[in-house]
């Protein structure tokens, strides 16, 4: 079992950023893939961002692509997620999460946080 816990949420104005960390314990060398996830009033939930482990691939959603970066530190098992250039509509839940790949783990099979805010206001 994995063990995730998330920080570094908070409200900002647009235009403003804010960077999450993930720590993640436990089974950690359990899920190849690990990354954030968001999910709006109203929204499905959506992956934003992720590392692959294996390969050291990265996702991003289309929509956060050149504003949001995604970054892993192994020595603290630690997972980062800088957001730069916020606007309103990235307001919303975001949850740190592992499993085997962004569509798996949405399906539900991985392990998620307990989510952390970010309020983006205009």
């Known amino acids: 079992k994995m063990l995730l816990a998330e920080s570094g949420g908070g409200s900002v104005q647009a235009g403003g950023s804010l960077r999450l960390s993930c720590v993640a314990s436990g089974d950690t060398y359990s899920s190849d893939c690990l990354g954030w996830f968001r999910q709006a009033p109203g929204k499905e939930r959506e992956g934003v961002a992720a590392i692959y482990t294996s390969t050291g691939n990265l996702y991003y959603a289309d929509s956060v692509k050149g504003r949001f970066t995604i970054s892993r530190d192994n020595t603290k098992s630690t997972v980062y997620l800088q957001m730069n250039s916020l606007n309103p509509e990235d307001t919303a839940m975001y949850y740190c999460?592992?499993?085997?790949?962004?569509?798996?783990?949405?399906?539900?099979?991985?392990?998620w946080g307990q989510g952390t805010q970010v309020t983006v206001s205009s």
């Open positions: 999460a592992a499993g085997p790949e962004v569509d798996g783990i949405l399906r539900g099979h991985g392990y």
